[in-house]
């Protein structure tokens, strides 16, 4: 942690209002959902924050780190399958098993992050998929008597106090709470001098190791990071639906985070919300138009990748203005 | 524990089919190449059309279904991967799965989402001191020794050859030399491709098709490539039936976990040898 104190400490101090303005930030986001619920349903709403939820964790992993990970659902899915099967072998309390299910997702990146921040570029990626795919053959054939395997099971948590847990207006309200929590922390985190220690290891990881730093320790803390959030989408995603199926950690479905991180402009979190709304909202109602959207979003993946790299943020933020000259010196969303 | 050894060979000798052409396109362009297995299935699928069309004959249909992913190959190539050189890996990363996803719905579009029934085309079984060996197997483990043995005169003897090794070693070099090398990567993709689609061919007779099926044997080509080293030729040749016969063996006593295996020693093998990519 001694390094976190070097670095760029005392640069961060001169956002004086950063307290306001962080409430400020969290209060147009919770503007923003509120504002969205009633033009789509209360329960779609939902989805979309928990995908938020997600989009913010990969996003610290690709936008900030620069690991592209091809199978981070697989930290959501041990989230979910632990909220689940806590709930239906052990205690049925909810906040309990949320707990246990970021721990879990938590531990199992800190046990893979060891081996896999060792990796760079496609390297990281494959392995990211290598593993998911493991993960999704555990929970649906050896781990079969437990997961019960391609149906899933249902995971109904019980009220606790005056939370029932089948109202949406509730549901509503924890994942509004967890999703601004870990829009905070991030927020403080990539603004910190941890941050810029990530963002350099993106730039230039040897520069960054030449200047002492331990960037194998930070990595592996990122990825860390990246997992327990991951998780906690996961146990959201277990509590929202009230059922676990393999379907949570589907190799294949990867690829709709990467693309809302990259719609929504990478390395902001902004851009990580406005993608995964948009992504969201994408197939969603895309589907209903559109049979073959799938082919809808490969094309506009190859337009991201050849003419729109910045993202949506990174338009909305070139626009000018005071804020958006200030934030440029700040790049962190 | 015959049939194991064999069922080992004949899925390398698919791997092998289908990790050359990922293996080569990575050693030369840098780009991995997500939509490689997309000419697979295409191909399956070309092949399916083609054999009532003319009336079940096996070879003619599968030299035409490989004939066909040379145009659609060169498409891919000249439109897409041709932007990606020297890109970051992500992009190329992204470009190109967006190509699989592009590809996909194109073939649910055309032959539709359900799985095809398709069989061997010979049940012919050869017998050796008591035991029999299924003559499609063999063929198909001959066929990838023979590919082998032609790549490697090729890639020796030939001067294209020597310019794509040349360019795996030092692509600006190569260059500086006056030798157009986009155009030797573009034949190195066509070439690649139409070996996947021939791997595609031969092994759709035993295996489902479907159109996903292209991405769950992309994982185990990739597999086999970062095992043997991506752009190392004879290493992925090495580690295609290396881990065929792990494939085998694994599914001779767990039958679910053959894949799984393979993810395992892959992961066992970049913990200790990392590749910087």
């Keep these: 942690m001694e390094a976190k104190k070097m670095g760029m400490g005392e640069k961060t101090d001169d956002f004086t209002p950063r307290g306001t303005r962080a409430g400020l930030e969290l209060f147009v986001i919770a503007i923003g959902f509120f504002v969205l619920t009633p033009l789509i349903s209360m329960h779609r709403v939902k989805d979309f924050m928990i995908f938020c939820i997600f989009a913010l964790s990969f996003d610290l992993l690709y936008g900030y780190m620069g690991r592209l990970s091809f199978g981070h659902l697989l930290y959501l899915g041990t989230g979910a399958y632990c909220f689940g099967l806590f709930i239906k072998y052990g205690l049925n309390n909810a906040f309990l098993a949320m707990l246990l299910g970021v721990l879990a997702a938590g531990c199992l990146g800190a046990l893979l992050g060891l081996i896999m921040v060792r990796a760079t570029g496609a390297c990281f990626s494959l392995m990211a998929l290598a593993f998911n795919h493991i993960g999704f053959f555990m929970v649906l054939s050896p781990l079969k008597h437990i997961t019960n395997g391609e149906d899933g099971f249902g995971a109904h948590a019980q009220p606790i106090a005056f939370l029932n847990f089948n109202n949406k207006g509730v549901l509503f309200a924890i994942v509004l709470v967890a999703l601004l929590a870990v829009y905070y922390i991030l927020r403080r985190l990539t603004l910190s001098p941890y941050g810029i220690l990530i963002r350099s290891v993106k730039e230039d990881e040897t520069r960054v190791r030449f200047l002492g730093y331990p960037t194998y320790f930070y990595k592996w803390l990122t990825f860390v990071i990246a997992s327990l959030i991951a998780g906690l989408a996961g146990t959201l995603t277990a509590l929202n639906y009230k059922f676990v199926n393999p379907n949570v950690m589907d190799v294949h479905q990867n690829v709709g985070v990467v693309f809302a991180c990259l719609i929504g402009g990478a390395g902001k979190l902004y851009g990580a919300l406005i993608g995964g709304v948009v992504y969201m909202l994408i197939s969603n109602y895309l589907a209903i138009y559109i049979q073959r959207w799938e082919m809808f979003l490969g094309i506009a993946l190859l337009i991201i990748v050849f003419r729109f790299r910045r993202g949506i943020w990174g338009y909305v933020e070139s626009l000018g203005g005071y804020f958006q000259r200030r934030k440029a010196t700040h790049p962190a969303g | 524990m015959v049939y194991t050894v064999l069922y080992g060979f004949s899925i390398g000798a698919i791997l092998y089919f289908i990790s050359i052409g990922l293996s080569l396109t990575f050693g030369t362009m840098r780009v991995v190449n997500f939509a490689h297995t997309l000419t697979y299935s295409i191909g399956v699928y070309i092949l399916i059309t083609l054999i009532p069309w003319l009336k079940g004959a096996f070879i003619p249909a599968a030299a035409g279904a ?75 483990i001959t066929i990838a020794i023979a590919l082998f043995l032609g790549l490697e005169i090729f890639f020796r003897k030939t001067i294209m050859g020597k310019i794509v090794i040349a360019a795996l070693e030092d692509k600006d070099g ?77 599914a001779r006593y767990w039958s679910q976990g053959a894949e799984t295996m393979v993810f395992i020693v892959m992961a066992i093998v970049l913990c200790f040898r990392p590749i910087d990519i």
């Design chain 2, 174 to 250: 190569v260059r500086c030399l006056g030798v157009r090398v986009d155009k030797y990567f573009s034949l190195m993709f066509i070439l690649g491709s139409g070996l996947a689609a021939l791997g595609g061919v031969l092994y759709a007779p035993i295996s489902a098709v479907h159109p996903y099926m292209g991405l769950s044997i992309l994982l185990l080509a990739f597999a086999v490539v970062i095992v043997g080293g991506m752009g190392n030729l004879r290493g992925t040749f090495i580690s295609a039936f290396a881990l065929g016969m792990v494939m085998a063996l694994t």
């Design chain 2, 66 to 140: 490989i004939l066909a992913i040379i145009p659609i190959s060169y498409l891919i190539e000249r439109l897409i991967i041709r932007r990606l050189y020297g890109e970051s890996l992500d992009y190329t990363f992204i470009a190109t799965f967006a190509i699989t996803l592009i590809g996909v719905d194109t073939i649910k579009l055309i032959w539709g989402v359900n799985p095809l029934p398709f069989s061997a085309p010979m049940n012919a079984y050869l017998n050796f001191w008591g035991i029999t060996f299924p003559v499609y197997r063999i063929l198909i």
